[in-house]
């Protein structure tokens, strides 16, 4: 972290779902692959594994130039999240991220989630995921401009009546820390794959708990 950046100690954690708490973006892809392939649109894991962080409009306006789709980007995102939503029973948490959940409740901070996936996807994810923590979740539904705008983030710590320098992101994808970073937040970056590039973040790691909470959170927290 840049040491010129002086912040106030952090007071809410802020949460992406897909691919930081849950390891969901497999099952995400596969659901992609199935819907491209009854539109005669061959995709591979690998194509789907470089779109993370991407949003559907553009993803669809990709394959749209490489051969018109017979559907709108609404019904075939529908399709998509539907088949997800039907399977969400099957998706798992990431690999310590219930535990980081609870470590953050045990020190009083708020959480909260904030997504680029539809309403849909977000309460089938919050259902499978049944932790009591967060206070409320943030869809692509609910705001005007989705990640890597910084709306939902600042629309979050509105609605936690937190100023943005107060609230830590964990985040798995560029476009979610970009949108974190310009909504001034601390921003980490947690990747599940190490070859994944970021933009400026302000810690990069491979297990959030390692950060020096008591530092980051200062004394006087309920």
């Known amino acids: 972290m840049s040491a010129s950046i002086v912040r106030p100690p952090i007071r809410a954690i802020l949460w992406d779902i897909d691919g930081t708490l849950m390891d969901s973006e497999p099952w995400h ?4 692959i199935e819907v491209c392939r009854g539109y005669g649109h ?11 962080g991407v949003a559907f409009r553009d993803y669809y306006d990709r394959l749209h130039a490489i051969r018109p789709l017979p559907v709108t980007v609404a019904r075939w995102a529908d399709e998509i999240n539907a088949l997800y939503v039907a399977r969400v029973a099957g998706v798992k948490p990431r690999e310590g991220a219930f535990a980081l959940v609870e470590g953050f409740a045990a020190r009083g901070l708020d959480q909260a989630c904030v997504s680029n996936s539809g309403r849909a996807v977000v309460d089938a994810n919050l259902a499978a995921m049944g932790l009591p923590h967060f206070r409320f979740s943030i869809s692509r539904d609910d705001v005007a401009n ?12 509105e609605t936690l009546g937190l100023a943005p320098e107060s609230c830590a992101v964990i985040e798995d994808s560029p476009t979610g820390a970009r949108s974190a970073r310009a909504a001034g937040m601390l921003t980490i970056a947690w990747p599940q794959t190490p070859a994944i590039v970021f933009d400026a973040v302000d810690y990069r790691v491979e297990d959030p708990a390692a950060l020096d909470w008591d530092a980051l959170c200062g004394p006087g927290l309920r």
């Open 29 to 32: 892809h596969r659901a992609m």
């Open 42 to 52: 061959e995709v591979s894991e690998e194509e789907c594994a470089a779109s993370v």
């Open 146 to 157: 989705g990640k890597p705008h910084p709306e939902p983030y600042l629309r979050a710590a």
